[in-house]
């Protein structure tokens, strides 16, 4: 089973920007659907956005739509969540998964990096 890291967490200010990024050890993430989601402090963990293993289709939460971007580069076995305009409510972990379709994770996560938005 491929094993997802994730890279790219840390503290920003609000309206700030952070790229995260998922890559696999010893597995191809280029037949797969990929997504990120997150959980909060106190709360529910929560589909962030998606792409098609192609990466002709993505999807995001409302609450992202319009600052995040998902994407993917299959050559570097690599996707990444570009985020900007950030807000003190998408401080969380957030985490990288794989095999899902849109807001359904599938069966494979990374151990998540902490983003943390300071007003």
């Known amino acids: 089973q491929a094993q997802l890291v994730e890279f790219g967490g840390g503290l920003v200010q609000a309206g700030g920007s952070l790229r995260l990024s998922c890559t696999a050890s010893?597995?191809?993430?280029?037949?797969?659907?990929m997504g990120w989601f997150r959980q909060g402090p106190g709360k529910e963990r929560e589909f962030v956005a998606a792409?098609?293993?192609?990466?002709?289709?993505?999807s995001y939460a409302e609450s992202v739509k319009g600052r995040f971007t998902i994407s993917r580069d299959n050559a570097r076995n690599t996707v990444y969540l570009q985020m900007t305009s950030l807000k003190p409510e998408d401080t969380a972990v957030y985490s990288c998964?794989?095999?899902?379709?849109?807001?359904?994770?599938?069966?494979?996560w990374g151990q998540g990096t902490q983003v943390t938005v300071s007003s």
């Open positions: 792409v098609s293993w192609s990466g002709d289709t993505t």
């Open positions: 010893g597995h191809t993430l280029s037949a797969y659907n």
């Open positions: 998964n794989a095999g899902g379709r849109n807001s359904t994770p599938g069966p494979v």
